[in-house]
């Protein structure tokens, strides 16, 4: 049995948020396929949660959402 990995693994295509409880450094990554169902996800979480929109993910680069409402 060898070591395990070191390196990053790639995320999926795909739109992402980090969802956190409000006074907290770390949190957990959302995937969504579609900017909106993304949407949902963050109407869903942010009564309760402090929501991050990290971008698009496409061939392993994020980019930023065009016209995206922040809120």
């Not at 979480?45 to 392993?60: F, R, T």
Request: aromatic share 4%; hydrophobic share 25%.
């Amino acid at each position: 049995m060898g070591r395990p990995s070191t390196t990053p693994k790639d995320l999926r295509d795909g739109y992402y948020i980090e969802v956190r409880n409000k006074n907290q450094r770390t949190g957990i990554k959302i995937r969504r396929d579609t900017k909106k169902q993304l949407l949902m996800a963050i109407d869903e979480y942010k009564s309760s949660k402090e929501v991050i929109v990290l971008g698009k993910s496409e061939n392993g680069k994020m980019k930023e959402i065009p016209n995206l409402i922040k809120g």
